[in-house]
């Protein structure tokens, strides 16, 4: 399915000043967050003959839906941290980070001894690429790992195939341009998706605390 068209997914666009323009963004409910959750688990339950034994996640955006398919299918979890995006000022965290500078730490956080012989690795998307590409080229070269390895896998729930280097082998929603206000009239600009968690926890204590009755506040 196309992204901006599934149900529960709002498409706004917003102007982020002249250094970026006017960008779409896909606001993303709780509601169809989770029917991508769900659809990704039945995907991957549906091909027996590929079924992993190992799901990595990619913490932050790869956290839930890797906790989801490893509470669904019985699959062991482990966690990898990496992160592709740094602050370039006080209110835009969205700047992408140069390849060389991607940010992960090169160990798994896991409860058992070694991993499974077919991972699957889960992040929540794929935009340039280079995270999933990064991640998948450490854990086959990692001598800790590698060699009881059988076959790496990817999966996503949105893919931004005509950015991305890197293909997924299983995802749920494709994401493509979307019109905006230019200069000249209308521009084509891929969307940036806000999912429903940055918008529950907005870096804003006092619109969080306000969700909280009178009576059971901390004063």
């Not at 002249?18 to 339950?45: K, M």
């Not at 790992?145 to 299983?170: E, Q």
């Not at 979307?178 to 521009?187: A, H, I, Q, R």
Request: glycine share 8%; proline share 7%.
């Amino acid at each position: 399915m196309l992204a901006h068209l599934r149900p529960g997914v709002e498409v706004v666009v917003e102007d982020h000043g002249a250094s970026i323009g006017h960008v779409p963004h896909l606001r993303v409910s709780w509601t169809a967050y989770f029917q991508l959750v769900d659809e990704l688990i039945c995907l991957i339950a549906d091909e027996p003959n590929h079924r992993p034994n190992q799901i990595i996640g990619i913490v932050g955006g790869g956290f839930i839906p890797a906790r989801a398919i490893s509470q669904a299918l019985g699959i062991p979890l482990a966690l990898f941290a990496a992160e592709s995006y740094g602050a370039v000022s006080e209110n835009d965290t969205r700047a992408m980070l140069p390849e060389q500078d991607i940010r992960f730490d090169r160990h798994l956080l896991r409860t058992r001894p070694g991993l499974g012989t077919r991972i699957l690795v889960v992040d929540d998307l794929t935009d340039s690429g280079r995270t999933l590409r990064a991640c998948t080229a450490w854990l086959k070269s990692c001598p800790e790992l590698a060699g009881a390895m059988l076959h790496i896998s990817t999966a996503v729930l949105w893919n931004k195939y005509a950015t991305s280097a890197f293909r997924p082998d299983c995802y749920v929603d494709l994401l493509e341009v979307l019109p905006v206000p230019s200069g000249t009239g209308t521009g084509m600009r891929m969307p940036w998706i806000d999912q429903p968690m940055e918008s529950q926890y907005p870096r804003n204590i006092d619109a969080i605390r306000t969700r909280i009755p009178t009576e059971r506040r901390q004063t």
